[in-house]
């Protein structure tokens, strides 16, 4: 365990929880989406292994209940991981869209999909290894794939 995730595992239960009753806590995921994308360009998935809020909530609680069984076989192909982006960032911006722009249900509906992929990644991690979630992660797929691209250093 590492001494970031003591940190960050607070801020789950603070999105989830605190967010039921105070909406704006979900911008904290989009400042948290937009600091690991940008981290993601240098480091890859280094978010996800180090800072990630559920990850860390992964290693610390579930790994103590997890089955530890496999996951399915489709968790690491590609198209799978692609898929499964695709179909959240679509209800994702679908949910967004229908707020109107109101910035307090805009706040809500990140706490929400925060919620849903908390409880997904909670039975995966049990039905599975604990970190099941983080094989298909929406994020840490995004994070990957911005992690190959090829960028210049300076010298």
């Given amino acids: 365990m590492k001494k970031t995730q003591l940190i960050m595992v607070w801020f789950l239960p603070l999105i989830v929880i605190g967010g039921l009753f105070y909406p704006l806590l979900g911008y904290l995921v989009v400042a948290m989406m937009v600091i690991f994308l940008t981290l993601a360009f240098f480091k890859g998935r280094y978010w996800c292994w180090n800072f990630c809020p ?27 991981r692609w898929l499964i982006f695709v179909l959240f960032m679509s209800f994702l911006i679908l949910r967004v869209v229908r707020t109107g722009g109101n910035l307090i249900a805009i706040g809500l509906v990140f706490v929400a999909m925060c919620i849903l992929t908390t409880i997904i990644s909670i039975v995966l991690g049990i039905a599975t290894k604990h970190r099941g979630w983080c094989m298909i992660c929406p994020m840490g797929t995004l994070q990957e794939k911005i992690g190959k691209i090829p960028h210049k250093k300076k010298i």
């Fill in 54 to 80: 559920r990850g860390a909530f992964l290693d610390i609680v579930l790994s103590k209940v997890s089955l530890n069984k496999p996951w399915p076989k489709s968790f690491t192909k590609q198209w799978f």
